[in-house]
């Protein structure tokens, strides 16, 4: 099956330090959403990418899309403890409804 | 707000039992899902349903089935469980293309 590489699978950070996960495809991705699960919790989507090049901001998270459709990465700047939590993207899979989930990469922010 | 609920947060059965997963949404979705989640292997979909009756086998089906006789309600059936199968059950709704919500979890431990 398609495989949605995400590095790195850990990183513990200071508060107040910068983070990025990446996300990487074989293949062309139509689209890409990002979700967040704090531990504990379910997954809540954060947002999706639809075109190629697009960048979104959502407070200190910077979300892009590759020029060639084939990666994406979350970054986040200036980490806060509430930034705890495992960060996954996700890619529809063809013509389903059905979402392929990254390997997921999992922050954790100390004092 | 879109609610996805499970009808336990913690389960406990014996090798050998049936176990039954239920999930229900209130929002209309077509397409309906299960995952299972372990440390280190991300979000494994187990069979997902794009209308009521309709289902496909997702990465991991072996041991699971799944059955939609309403289109709020999603079950996932473990017809006869086995110690490997301890892990978080995941349920999730979406529909199209949109974003995806998750319920809360089931954590079914297998004795």
């Known amino acids: 099956g398609q495989q949605v590489m995400q590095i790195p699978q850990y990183q513990h950070v200071q508060e107040g330090e910068d983070f990025t996960t990446y996300c990487n495809s074989s293949?062309?991705?139509?689209?890409i959403q990002w979700y967040k699960q704090r531990p504990g919790g379910h997954p809540v989507f954060l947002i999706q990418l639809v075109k190629s090049g697009e960048v979104k901001k959502q407070k200190r998270l910077t979300f892009q899309f590759g020029e060639a459709k084939k990666n994406s990465s979350l970054h986040i700047t200036a980490t806060q403890t509430t930034d705890v939590g495992t960060y996954f993207c996700?890619?529809?899979?063809?013509?389903?409804?059905?979402?392929?989930f990254g390997t997921g990469t999992r922050l954790q922010v100390t004092l | 707000d879109v609610k996805v609920t499970q009808s336990s947060r913690y389960l406990v059965k014996r090798t050998g039992e049936k176990v039954f997963l239920e999930c229900v949404q209130d929002?209309?979705?077509?397409?309906m899902f299960w995952y299972r989640q372990d440390p280190g292997l991300g979000l494994r979909l187990i069979y997902f349903s794009y209308d009521v009756k309709m289902k496909e086998k997702g990465d991991i089906p072996e041991g699971y089935s799944v059955s939609r006789e309403k289109k709020e309600r999603f079950s996932l059936i473990l017809e006869s469980a086995s110690t490997n199968q301890t892990s978080m059950y995941l349920c999730?709704?979406?529909?199209?293309?949109?974003?995806?919500?998750f319920g809360p979890g089931t954590r079914l431990t297998v004795l």
């Open positions: 293949t062309t991705l139509s689209n």
């Open positions: 999730a709704s979406r529909t199209g293309r949109r974003e995806q919500f």
């Open positions: 996700a890619e529809n899979t063809g013509t389903a409804s059905k979402l392929t």
């Open positions: 929002m209309d979705h077509e397409n």
